[in-house]
Every structure is written in structure tokens, then in C-alpha cells.
């Protein structure tokens, strides 16, 4: 009876968690009128999909996987949330996806966009799991990952250690967290897009923190994530970039510039021109969109005092480890603090403006 309850109660909590492979129930997408006749010469679509209540970055390729193979040519997503509501997730509690709020589950749905145009329809797969990795993309639901590994882009929604198919021919990176390309120390999405050999144009983001529950019933009061506008340390390794690449600010209100050493440099979020040889200039560059729009709460909240996003486990074993994990963001520098509990000191927080502890 112990053993059994025991199970349950991992069953349970792993259900509560989320923790439960999502990717078997879109491993395969069966439609109702394959055997229809009148049906087989008309134009297939999807109007409209999304991952209900769940906060994972693998699953929007896998459904753009499916709907391929079984033949669709349009797929629509539903829905995208405004970013001076995104805060709040207060349009519909049940869909939330932002590139500020939700930055993992954006690449996701930017590796989805490569799957759809890049998978021929109606061509078969192997089947679950072994359909996890199929053409140029890893998925792992566990990791939060959706990786996209082609000779010419890298995007990837959490940190990974795959070795780029070809860092010579790479033109495209996207991503959260630290690659063999960018080591990145914020939360927040950054884009990578070469211009010519030689000179890139790098997109940051503010650093993000969950706050609560975003898929709860919809309130303008009830903040569900913050973004925090703080330095970042991003090292960067591109071969036509150097190691001691130029930083150069094109977007308005921000007048960052340096000298990367060991292809280390501190950015603010923003837009930038990094280039080999010297400082390139905007104008060159005419097609550069040069906005960085960010909604209002971004500085209402960094008035805020830091915060800190813990989700307790549910249920253990008392033969398992037991895991605990917090993250810890604020507008500046944590001078010092802790984490303990009533038994004794876990941890100790370091000088930084965001950080992600496990004991």
C-alpha cells in the first residue's frame, strides 16, 4: 500500500507540475476527413492552435510537425498577447505567448515557423519518441527545449550545449539562455542576424521573472511576470565577428559603445551593431529598423523591490533528493541575501541583477 501511495502521489504531483511528457498527445495529428473524397483536393488548414495552460516551448514545433504530415498548408495560432497587457496575461487566461514575457515559448514558435516551411507535406515520420528529432530540430520537453540546427540558423529556446552544424555559414541566431555561440547571463530572448561578413546586428531583451500563475482567471491587477531592464554579460563567438568585436547602440535613447574583449561585453537591452574592423554605421544600413519599443511597466516595475519566484514541490519520496529551485531578479545590483530555510543555510546570493539557484 506504501509503494502504491507513493506512486500516486508522483503521479499526481507531476500532473499538478506539468512535468508529464506533452509531446506524445501531438506526436501525430489525425484529421476526420482523410477518407472523404470531396475533401482530398481541397486546401487544408488550421484555424486556430495553441498549447492550452501550459508554459513549454516544445510543443509548438511538434504541432507544426503534425500538421505537415498530415497535409496542412496553413496554420494559425491563437493567440498573441499585446505587450502592455502581457504583464497581466489578461486577454485569454488560457493562451499566453509574448517575446518579453514568454521568451522561451517564442523561439519555440520561431523553430515552429522553420518546421512549417521547411517540412514537405505529407511526409512520413518516424513515430513517438523517436520523432522528437527529426530534420533540423531537437525537441526536449523536460529541458523547455526547441532547437533549430541548420547551416544557416541557430535558434534554441533554452541553453544547450549542440555544436552548430556550420559556424562559418551561420547567418541567423535566436535564443534563450547560453549556446557554444552566445554565453548569455539574463532570462530575456536576444536575435543575432549578420548584415555582411563581418558585421552583425544583435536584439536584447529585458531580463524576465515569473510571478505567478499566468493562466489563472484574467485581472489588470494581478501581475504575472516582470521584466527588468539590467546590464547583461553576453560573450559572443563567430568566427568573421573576432574576439574584440566594436559595440555600437542604434536604437533610440541609448548611447552604449565599446570594445568586446575576449568576445565579452556588457549590454544593456537595446539594439546594436557589432563589427569586426570598426564602428559600422547605422546608415550603411538603410532597411534597419531602428525602434526598441518596450510597454510602460517595464519602468513602472523596475521601481519595484526584487523578486523572487519559487514553486514548491508537491509531494517526495524520503528516498529521492529532494530539489529546490529559485530564481531571483531585481532593477540593480543584489548587494547581498540568502536563501534559508528552518534548518539550515542553502545558499548564498552573489552581486547580480538576476540569478537561478538549485540545492
Sequence with gaps: MANSTSLLNGLLNGLLNGLLNGLLNVAQYPTPFDDLPGCSSKAKMVYEFDAADLDNASLYPAM??????????????????PGHLAYANS????????????????????????VFYTQKAREPLASYP????????????????ALYNSKEKLFY??????????????????????SRIVNYSGTGAYFLDQLEPGVWQLEIY?????????????????????????SQNVQISLPDLG????ANAINPNNDLSGKAKAGKFSFVPGKYLLSKKKKAS?????????????????AQFNQANP?????????????????????????????????????????????????????
Excluded at 518579453?100 to 522553420?114: Q, W
Excluded at 541553453?159 to 535564443?175: I, Q, R, Y
Excluded at 500563475?213 to 516582470?226: A, C
Aim: one cysteine or more; a positive charge; aromatic letters at 12%.
Design 282 to 298: 547605422v546608415k550603411k544600413y538603410t532597411h534597419l529598423n531602428t525602434d526598441y519599443l518596450l510597454p510602460k511597466t517595464v
Design 91 to 114: 486577454e485569454y487566461n488560457t493562451h499566453f505567448l509574448n517575446r518579453l514575457y514568454t521568451p522561451k515559448k517564442a523561439i519555440g514558435f520561431l523553430v515552429a515557423s522553420e
Design 206 to 230: 529585458p531580463g524576465w521573472i515569473k510571478v505567478q500563475d499566468p493562466h489563472q482567471n484574467p485581472s489588470l491587477r494581478r501581475e504575472v511576470g516582470r521584466l527588468f531592464f539590467n
Design 64 to 81: 507544426a510537425r503534425s500538421f505537415r504530415e498530415a497535409g496542412f498548408q496553413w496554420a494559425t495560432l491563437f493567440a498573441y498577447d
Design 130 to 145: 523517436n520523432i522528437n528529432s527529426f530534420g533540423n530540430t531537437q525537441l526536449d520537453f523536460h529541458k523547455n527545449l
Design 307 to 359: 523578486m523572487v519566484w519559487h514553486q514548491r514541490q508537491c509531494a517526495a519520496s524520503l528516498k529521492d533528493n529532494f530539489s529546490f529551485k529559485a530564481q531571483v531578479s531585481a532593477a540593480n545590483t543584489i548587494e547581498n541575501g540568502g536563501v534559508s530555510h528552518s534548518l539550515q543555510r542553502l545558499a548564498r546570493v552573489p552581486r547580480t541583477g538576476n540569478a537561478t539557484y538549485r540545492q
Design 157 to 178: 529556446s533554452s541553453s544547450t550545449e549542440e555544436k552548430p552544424k556550420s559556424t562559418k555559414s551561420l547567418k541567423h541566431v535566436a535564443g534563450v539562455g547560453t
Design 243 to 246: 574576439k574584440n568585436y566594436f
